[in-house]
């Protein structure tokens, strides 16, 4: 494995340091999101916050702009609160003790096993998704991945794995299996005549990589039709900032907006049809309609008036952002 790793790596900027830190946010932008499109955001942001104090002291509005567009945005403000963690209580210093990395917020089991044995080679496995396709084909484990014993389970496996490593070996072979999941071992059309570990691997033998891992069913994508109201006055568009106890994207800025099962228009006159654009977030799939408004009798008081120059500044929903665009306003 580390032989193959070694070869065949893919050449990506947060594997040319054992900076914990940088290794850290790389790890905190790739949940949920694909390296492609992490891979800007990652090089901007340590050009922006190079360091847990500099992340730290960002203004949180400052910290949203520049994470816009990478989506799940508690991760930012989590990486904030985490940062702060590190000044006050290591000094601004990033700790070297697994305990103490998994104590952050926002980091759990996998993002702090793999900060430890990248950073500072430290015996503990990483168990991503990859890592899991990757080991219950290896084992032809069909119990259910998303129960706690088959966690568990899965977990001690890679420990056992890793604990026979040599240290200055351990990070890449955890980044081995990881790449190896991400390269072949992946969920559709695996290669497994390519696989450095074919002849180990009893799922290859069985014919049942297809069938692993077994996951729960998937819940069914709902469609929703969305109205967004762009509502002028001069060079200002009509926003509000979503308030802190949102469970989506609280403190960014938006448009009025209502979807086919809540009314928030009101007291709003709607117009002609500026635009459409299509948006998803999970198990939803948005249609969304950008309609030019009128404001009719008093805005409400949490609505502002925002200027074209201040917007650019502002930290927008992407549904906001992809209705400006849809209407050419952006």
Aim: proline share 6%.
């Amino acid at each position: 494995m580390l032989d193959w790793y070694r070869r065949r790596k893919r050449d990506l900027p947060w594997r040319r340091t054992k900076n914990p830190y940088a290794v850290w946010v790389s790890e905190i932008m790739l949940q949920q999101t694909r390296v492609e499109t992490v891979i800007p955001y990652y090089e901007r942001f340590l050009k922006r916050y190079p360091d847990p104090a500099a992340l730290a002291a960002a203004p949180e509005s400052e910290l949203l702009e520049a994470w816009a567009g990478l989506g799940y945005y508690r991760r930012a403000r989590q990486l904030q609160a985490a940062a702060k963690q590190i000044v006050a209580e290591h000094g601004g210093e990033f700790p070297r003790a697994y305990d103490e990395i998994r104590a952050l917020p926002g980091v759990g089991d996998y993002t702090a096993a793999a900060v430890s044995s990248i950073a500072f080679e430290l015996p503990h496995g990483v168990l991503d998704g990859n890592v899991v396709r990757v080991a219950t084909r290896l084992l032809d484990d069909a119990r259910d991945v998303s129960k706690a014993a088959t966690k568990k389970f899965l977990q001690q496996t890679v420990d056992d794995w890793i604990a026979e490593v040599s240290e200055g070996d351990r990070g890449d072979f955890n980044q081995a299996f990881m790449e190896l999941g991400a390269t072949l071992c992946t969920a559709k059309s695996p290669k497994c005549l390519v696989c450095p570990l074919q002849s180990d691997c009893l799922a290859f033998r069985r014919g049942t990589q297809p069938e692993r891992p077994v996951k729960p069913a998937k819940q069914k994508l709902r469609k929703v039709r969305l109205t967004v109201a762009l509502v002028e006055r001069g060079s200002t568009v009509l926003m509000r900032q979503r308030p802190p106890e949102e469970s989506l994207m609280p403190g960014f800025w938006e448009l009025p907006q209502a979807d086919d099962q809540h009314s928030a228009l009101a007291p709003l006159r709607l117009g002609e049809t500026l635009g459409t654009f299509t948006h998803g977030i999970t198990v939803r799939s948005f249609r969304g309609t950008v309609v030019r408004a009128t404001l009719e009798g008093e805005k409400p008081s949490e609505w502002r008036w925002i200027s074209r120059a201040r917007r650019a500044k502002l930290p927008l929903t992407t549904i906001t952002r992809k209705a400006l665009q849809a209407a050419q306003l952006s």
